[in-house]
C-alpha cells in the first residue's frame, strides 16, 4: 500500500549536482518522518538525511553542508539535493518513510547515483 519511487540518479563528474525526488504514495504524507539513506559497494547501508512532519532536519557529518532535504507536502515528495557530489559519494540512494504509526519503515527500489571523471 506504501509506495515510494525514487528518481534523479546517474553519472556525474566530482563538483557536480544532482537532484533525487521521492514520490510517496498510500500514506498521509504530511504526518510522516522523510528520509534518505545509501550504501556504496562493499560498505554498509548508511542514513545519509533526514527530515520530520515539522521540517526539522538531520544530515551525516560527510555530507552536512553539501547535502539539502526538504519536502513538499503539497507533492507528496521528498528531495535530496547533493551538491559539490565526490568520488565516495557514489552509492544506491534509496528514500525511506516513517508514517504516524509505530514501528512502521518503508524503503523505495533506490536509484544509483555514481560520480565519476
Known amino acids: 500500500q506504501v509506495q515510494l519511487v525514487e528518481s534523479g540518479g546517474g553519472l556525474v563528474q566530482p563538483g557536480g549536482s544532482l537532484r533525487l525526488s521521492c514520490v510517496a504514495s498510500?500514506?498521509?504524507?504530511?504526518?510522516?518522518?522523510m528520509g534518505w539513506d545509501r550504501q556504496a559497494p562493499g560498505k554498509e547501508r548508511e542514513l545519509v538525511a533526514q527530515?520530520?512532519?515539522?521540517?526539522?532536519?538531520n544530515y551525516v557529518d560527510f555530507v552536512k553542508d553539501r547535502f539539502t532535504i526538504s519536502r513538499d507536502n503539497a507533492k507528496k515528495t521528498v528531495y535530496l539535493q547533493m551538491n559539490s557530489l565526490k568520488a565516495e559519494d557514489t552509492a544506491v540512494y534509496c528514500c525511506?518513510?516513517?508514517?504516524?504509526?509505530?514501528?512502521?519503515?518503508?524503503w523505495g527500489q533506490g536509484t544509483q547515483v555514481t560520480v565519476s571523471s
Open positions: 525511506y518513510a516513517i508514517p504516524f504509526v509505530p514501528g512502521s519503515k518503508y
Open positions: 498510500g500514506m498521509l504524507f504530511n504526518f510522516a518522518t
Open positions: 527530515i520530520g512532519r515539522s521540517g526539522t532536519t
